[in-house]
């Protein structure tokens, strides 16, 4: 017994002698990371010098050849400060991102790196295999660790064969179950700071879910590699089984950059919203042209089942009734309609037209009205046959697609949206991803992928009245709408309170009041924005169109202004010399004061679009009126129950 606990002693002495710790910081010297290599490597993080990562132990495990981070051993490390500036094709929420960081970069034995950065709003870290070897990837380890009494937002999902809408569950990190998994991105709250962990530069591998374990760590698990996948229930336009799969989570051919695993830390929720870590750990442009990408607005048709009113022939899915939307669109310089679900032959016959509708005729009626043609299709059968369908409707002159049903984060369908934005990047054709997974950076690899799903929105009015509340959306932004734009469709004209609510499929409201809707048009980032109602019910709300569309969908500068998750949000985004403002709350009403010290000197008008005096009783209540303002100003903003406030500040 002596021998052996002398022989474990000197091991423990061995470990110890072996380990090496690295640190690094941010530039503002308030984030900083702790590397530690032993039998694993591991890392923690502060901020201010108060820990809110504990521990997060992470190594990847292959078929052959060296596993990362199992008894690593060193070669050499390098640190540097990089200070850049970024411009985006598409500025979601910024036209110019400084990108300044301080790297550490940790070159290990067996041919791999593991990189570092530090940010001022965040930290990540990425694995470089600089190997030649094909080989799978058997799993990655990433197992969080936070301090105790360490709460989560947890985007809780029943099966990683997902759309990846979620609501998300107020639970403390230990309560979180074994058998319990969650989508990304997910927030954390440890030491009264907020940390925000996602991915990004997700290119050829699997996307991560993060499960719990009973404790206060969380450890990620991934889809494995797809053998077999088959039509279920007979719905095989969208619905698969997945009958088979490998031991595997991915294959991989040596040489290569696995994605950043990003962690956006800050003890101020408005820092949460104004982040652009996804965006600046993404890969650099891929294409060299991009001003044929036009951002803008969408009549769209599906949420409002084609319900046009007021007019002499039958509504439906016919080409009259999409000349009448496309009439809206342009009596209203709205730049795109959709045309969803219903105009090809079937969901499994892509390439050709439903004989109600003349699709040809209906780009061409929109060309001449300055109205772009997007069309709705079905990943399956469009991956069955992905150039000929692609090169069939850039002929006819659509302008974009709008792709529905992946459902799936495995390895396959990673590469399947890379191959889909490239090819629509060859053919100058937009992508709006629907039924997808969270943006994980190819939208600044390939910025025609000008949107995506991922969310619970206002679709979700059409069938359920328990969810989409106020609270939730003003949780959007500081979850979500995080990992990058969101296709949350908003627009609802039908509102109402809680009490009022009732679900209509066909003619659908929407929770909160009519001023809430609008101010999403502000808040909500979405480079492709939709206009859900019916254009019929739009024509008696004019001013409230004439109010939303001159709202851009594309921003030079974002500030948050008031920020607290889940209860309320206020900013303010700038688009050439005009500012436009947004605020929204959840089911409390709240007064909201903030000044307008980001405007130049000068006088301002400033069109308020807010709740009326009765919205508390009728949801679609509301005022607009007009005010001068100056640098020197306050905004004073009154909502409602689930109310909303918007304004447009132009120089005088």
């Not at 009728?618 to 109310?643: H, L, P």
Request: charged share 25%.
């Amino acid at each position: 017994m002596k021998k052996q606990g002398f022989l474990f002693l000197l091991l423990l002495i061995t470990v110890g002698l072996h380990a090496q710790n690295f640190s690094v910081k941010s530039p503002d010297n308030q984030l900083e990371i702790t590397v530690n290599v032993a039998e694993t490597i591991s890392w923690s993080a502060t901020l201010n010098n108060i820990v809110v990562i504990e521990k997060a132990t992470v190594g990847m495990d292959f078929s052959k050849g060296t596993n990362f981070g199992n008894n690593a051993s060193v070669k050499n490390h390098t640190i540097k400060t990089v200070s850049e500036v970024i411009y985006p094709a598409v500025p979601h929420k910024n036209s110019k991102i400084d990108d300044n960081y301080t790297e550490l970069s940790i070159q290990f034995k067996g041919n791999y790196k593991l990189n570092f950065r530090a940010y001022n709003d965040g930290v990540a870290y990425q694995f470089i295999d600089d190997t030649k070897t094909k080989r799978n990837v058997i799993s990655e380890a990433v197992d969080l660790t936070f301090p105790d009494g360490a709460t989560s937002l947890f985007p809780i999902e029943k099966s990683m064969y997902s759309h990846n809408e979620c609501y998300y569950l107020d639970k403390t990190v230990t309560d979180i179950k074994t058998e319990e998994f969650c989508s990304l991105p997910v927030l954390f709250t440890s030491n009264k700071t907020r940390v925000l962990f996602t991915e990004t530069a997700l290119h050829d591998y699997p996307g991560l879910f993060l499960k719990g374990n009973n404790n206060s760590t969380l450890s990620a698990q991934f889809p494995k590699y797809v053998l077999e996948a088959v039509d279920k229930d007979g719905r095989s336009d969208r619905v698969q089984t997945i009958t088979k799969e490998a031991n595997y989570i991915a294959e991989t051919t040596g040489k290569r950059a696995f994605p950043w695993r990003v962690f956006v830390i800050t003890n101020d929720d408005a820092k949460l919203v104004e982040s652009n870590l996804t965006y600046q750990l993404s890969k650099p442009t891929a294409i060299k042209n991009t001003d044929w990408i036009k951002p803008g607005k969408v009549a769209w048709d599906w949420y409002n089942a084609n319900n046009i009113y007021g007019v002499d022939f039958e509504s439906g899915l016919n080409t009259e009734t999409y000349k009448y939307f496309i009439d809206f669109a342009s009596k209203n310089n709205i730049e795109y309609v959709i045309l969803d679900e219903g105009w090809t032959k079937s969901t499994t016959d892509i390439l050709h037209v439903n004989p109600d509708m003349d699709v040809q005729e209906l780009i061409r009626y929109g060309e001449e009205k300055n109205v772009g043609i997007i069309l709705w299709v079905l990943w399956k059968p469009l991956d069955e046959n992905l150039n000929e369908i692609l090169e069939t409707y850039k002929s006819w002159g659509a302008k974009g697609i709008k792709i529905d049903y992946m459902q799936r984060n495995d390895q396959y369908m990673v590469n399947s949206y890379e191959a889909i934005a490239k090819k629509c990047a060859e053919l100058e054709m937009l992508v709006d991803f629907h039924g997808a997974f969270k943006p994980s950076g190819l939208r600044r690899m390939y910025p025609n992928v000008i949107n995506y799903e991922g969310v619970k929105g206002n679709e979700n009015n059409k069938w359920s009245g328990e969810e989409n509340t106020p609270k939730h959306n003003v949780t959007l932004p500081f979850t979500r709408m995080v990992a990058g734009p969101l296709d949350y469709t908003p627009g609802a004209m039908n509102n109402a309170q809680e009490k009022n609510y009732s679900i209509r499929f066909e003619r659908p409201m929407s929770m909160g009041t009519r001023s809430h809707q609008v101010a999403m048009y502000v808040i909500y980032e979405a480079p492709l924005q939709m206009l859900c109602e019916s254009p019929s019910r739009y024509y008696e709300e004019q001013e409230t169109v004439d109010f939303i569309t001159k709202i851009p969908t594309v921003w030079d500068e974002t500030k948050v202004l008031k920020a607290s998750v889940g209860n309320y949000i206020a900013l303010a985004r700038k688009k050439g010399d005009t500012w436009y403002l947004g605020a929204m709350t959840n089911w409390d009403e709240r007064n909201l004061e903030f000044d307008l010290s980001f405007l130049d000197d000068g006088n301002y008008s400033m069109t308020i679009y807010k709740d009326g005096v009765n919205a508390n009783k009728f949801a679609e209540d509301y005022k607009i009126e007009t005010t001068t303002v100056t640098k020197a100003s306050k905004a004073t903003v009154k909502m409602a129950k689930g109310g909303g406030w918007a304004a447009i500040i132009t120089k005088q």
